[in-house]
């Protein structure tokens, strides 16, 4: 059985791509390296493994995969909008992580304990923001360098020293 904390958010499954079961898969700032055969989607509260026979390049962010046992453009359609997840080591290796890479990650402040989990990251404006689900509301933390302390990766903590006052905004 696959665990989520063995994976990390990928991107997200676009349209079908003409009519023999391809997809587009868009990243979210990964490349999928030469190990990768697979990905897995959130279906139900279980990880399922979506296995590809092809994959090739579209432009710098997407590609197009042909999934197995998967034949047609209405089999495929299942996974249209749906996120996609990579094994964490896939990911690890790289030097480049984006911020979306923090998903699911709990969010720590050195001063307030536990803030809640980070459910998304907001880049729709020119400051990208985490998006945590706290105890009783949503918090928006800038997605800067400078206000985290420490990161544990097996865990899956992201430690904050934030600004007093910046959590209650």
């Known amino acids: 059985m696959l665990r989520k904390e063995d994976f990390v958010y990928f991107g997200k499954f676009l349209k079908p791509h003409g009519t023999k079961g391809e997809i587009g898969l868009q990243s979210d700032g990964f490349s999928l390296g030469d190990d990768c055969d697979f990905v897995a989607c959130d279906i139900d ?10 994959i090739r390049s579209k432009n710098g962010d997407t590609v197009i995969v042909k999934v197995e046992r998967m034949g047609t453009a209405d089999e495929v359609r299942f996974l249209t909008n749906r996120d996609a997840y990579i094994p964490r080591q896939w990911v690890e290796e790289s030097e480049e992580l984006t911020w979306s890479y923090f998903k699911g990650f709990k969010a720590i402040d050195t001063t307030l304990g536990e803030i809640g989990e980070i459910t998304d990251v907001d880049d729709n404006t020119i400051n990208t923001l985490f998006v945590i689900e ?7 933390i800038p997605a800067q360098e400078e206000f985290i302390a420490g990161i544990d990766h097996d865990k899956k903590e992201i430690i904050f020293d934030l600004p007093e006052g910046l959590v209650s905004l």
């Open 134 to 140: 706290g105890d009783d509301d949503e918090i928006l």
């Open 45 to 54: 509260g279980i990880l399922v493994p979506f296995f590809f026979e092809t």
